[in-house]
């Protein structure tokens, strides 16, 4: 049976550059940040999300203007709830036809910068945690997004913090050398397909 393996890590810690070494060396990975974000362009769930919000959240083409979204949501827990029922669902089920389709894989990588947070952990077989020093998150964060470190440094606060991950995570990978990130995702690969040899 394949193993899920969930991979996760805060803002900034380099998660997607992991998942796709993983995905270069030949492991299946679902980013669930990029499919919500296409489950949000199907028409159906682009009339549920419209219609929690009191003004128009839809761009001329049609589309969600995720960013008045965004900013809808940020301080408002209900509205947000009211979004992640419409849209954390789908994703699931959208994973599950996604894993059957991957289902001759030793194991899948799910990538979700959310999953301790939403408890998807619980939906995984194994936890890979991705992690760098805070200061250079920042920068990262800095360089790839445009925006200032205020803005950052909230989202990091609304975070789960590494300190109460790491003991709910059964792989760390630092990632602050991409060439040394890459050894230990090769290391990572090696010890999940010999557990798998020796069940």
């Not at 995905?23 to 940040?33: E, F, K, R, T």
């Not at 974000?37 to 003004?55: C, G, L, N, S, Y």
């Not at 440094?153 to 990632?175: A, C, F, G, T």
Request: proline content about 3%; charged content about 30%.
């Amino acid at each position: 049976m394949t193993k899920i393996v969930g991979l996760t890590g805060g803002i900034g810690s380099g998660k997607t550059t992991v998942a796709n070494f993983f995905s270069d060396l030949g492991v299946p990975v679902y980013i669930a940040d990029d499919r919500a974000k296409a489950i949000m362009d199907q028409p159906d769930i682009i009339q549920r999300v419209q219609e929690i919000f009191d003004v128009n959240v839809l761009q001329a083409d049609g589309k969600i203007d995720r960013k008045a979204v965004r900013e809808l949501v940020f301080d408002n827990q209900d509205l947000l709830d009211k979004l992640n029922n419409i849209v954390h669902p789908s994703v699931k089920q959208d994973f599950q036809v996604w894993l059957e389709q991957n289902s001759s894989a030793d194991f899948v990588i799910k990538e979700s910068a959310i999953l301790f947070e939403k408890e998807l952990h619980k939906e995984c077989d194994l936890v890979i945690l991705v992690v760098a020093p805070q200061e250079l998150r920042i920068q990262r964060v800095m360089n790839r997004d445009n925006t200032n470190v205020d803005n950052i440094r909230q989202i990091m606060n609304n975070q789960l913090k590494d300190v109460d991950k790491i003991p709910l995570s059964d792989y760390i990978i630092e990632n602050i050398d991409l060439i040394l990130a890459k050894e230990q995702v090769k290391c990572i690969i090696n010890r999940i397909k010999n557990e798998n040899d020796t069940i």
